[in-house]
């Protein structure tokens, strides 16, 4: 049974830092695309990068402000959020697929349970 579970959520003020973790079970974490994906109150989901095969891919709106890196011994992905704005705030998700193309079009296999993210002014 694949697991998927967030971490690291929490209360920031605008312009601080916050850094997600994601730990995964029951899958060969190291074949998977990794994602990350937010949906804020009253929105639809959004993909905002992921991580595969050394190489990452980002949304505008976050690119030069949030990295994802993942650490294939530990089974984790991290999402290092920086410079948090307002409108950042929203419940995030870690996603797996082996499909890069699935996963970026918001159809990943797996998903965590999500963990809230709060920048305050």
């Known amino acids: 049974q694949v697991q998927l579970v967030e ?3 929490g209360l920031v003020q605008a312009g601080g830092s916050l850094r997600l973790s994601c730990a995964a079970a029951g899958l060969t974490f190291e074949s998977y695309v990794m994602g990350w994906f937010r949906q804020a109150p009253g ?26 890196s993942r650490d294939n011994a530990k089974n984790m992905v991290f999402l290092q959020m920086n410079s948090l704005k307002v409108e950042d705030t929203a419940v995030y998700y870690c996603a797996a697929d082996i499909s ?9 296999a797996f998903w ?10």
């Open 7 to 9: 971490s690291g959520g």
């Open 43 to 68: 929105k639809e989901r959004e993909f905002i990068g992921m991580n595969w095969n050394g190489n990452t891919n980002y949304i505008d709106s976050v690119k030069g402000r949030f990295t994802i």
């Open 100 to 108: 890069y193309v699935r996963l970026r079009n918001g159809n990943p």
């Open 112 to 121: 965590g349970q999500g963990t809230q993210v709060t920048v305050f002014s």
